[in-house]
T-cell receptor, first 110, second 114 residues
């Protein structure tokens, strides 16, 4: 079972920052937070992951609260191509699989 | 070059047939997976292989038989296809036993059983 809770859908205007929340209140100390997205009809795509520090890469930023019970994925300047389902996943580094929840369907509007 | 490639992309077949889906990765990963995404869009793991050895079998019916001839390939053979097998099947690969690993997914095979 997925260990995360995400809103089922969100909208964001093109060019604005998209902030996608995720709750993972039962996360344990050795579990990482991963974000993937799935653009329509394509395979899931890795975005970013972190343990407790905030992380940033060319795609997004990941903000993890100090107690690690929630996190936010930030797409700084959303484009129409960012419309996708975004999955927040909690995973032990030794875990052999990714467990996907329902994700958040993000729609970027022109 | 495609990192994880699956063939075919689309597969339409009749109930009771046997079919195979092939997957290859050129990333040098030691672990490969099969995921199933049903009509409700839930992504669920089916199998995982590490260095050609089965390490995860998520109570998938025996009609599904994965085969890993080498670390770069993980094929999925399905016997006696049923209507409920209609779904999109994704292959993926990653490094296991390493810190900070990410999984790479193929583009999926849309299987339709009629």
């Amino acid at each position: 079972d997925a260990k995360t809770t995400q809103p089922p859908s969100m909208d964001c205007a093109e060019g604005r920052a998209a902030n996608l929340p995720c709750n993972h209140s039962t996360i344990s100390g050795n579990e990482y937070v991963y974000w993937y997205r799935q653009i329509h009809s394509q395979g899931p795509q890795y975005i970013i992951h972190g343990l407790k520090n905030n992380e940033t890469n060319e795609m997004a930023s990941l903000i993890i609260t100090e107690d690690r019970k929630s996190s936010t994925l930030i797409l700084p300047h959303a484009t129409l191509r960012d419309t996708a389902v975004y999955y927040c996943i909690v995973r032990d580094q030794g875990a052999q699989k990714l467990v996907f929840g329902q994700g958040t369907r993000l729609t970027i509007n022109p | 070059d495609t990192a994880v490639s699956q063939t075919p992309k689309y597969l339409v077949t009749q109930m009771g047939n046997d079919k195979s889906i092939k997957c290859e990765q050129n990333l040098g990963h030691d672990t490969m997976y099969w995921y199933k995404q049903d009509s409700k869009k839930f992504l669920k793991i089916m199998f995982s292989y590490n260095n050609k050895e089965l390490i995860i079998n998520e109570t998938v019916p025996n009609r599904f038989s994965p085969k890993s001839p080498d670390k770069a390939h993980l094929n999925l053979h399905i016997n006696s296809l049923e209507l409920g097998d209609s779904a999109v099947y994704f292959c993926a690969s990653s490094h296991q036993g390493y810190l900070n690993t990410e999984a790479f997914f193929g583009q999926g095979t849309r299987l339709t059983v009629v």
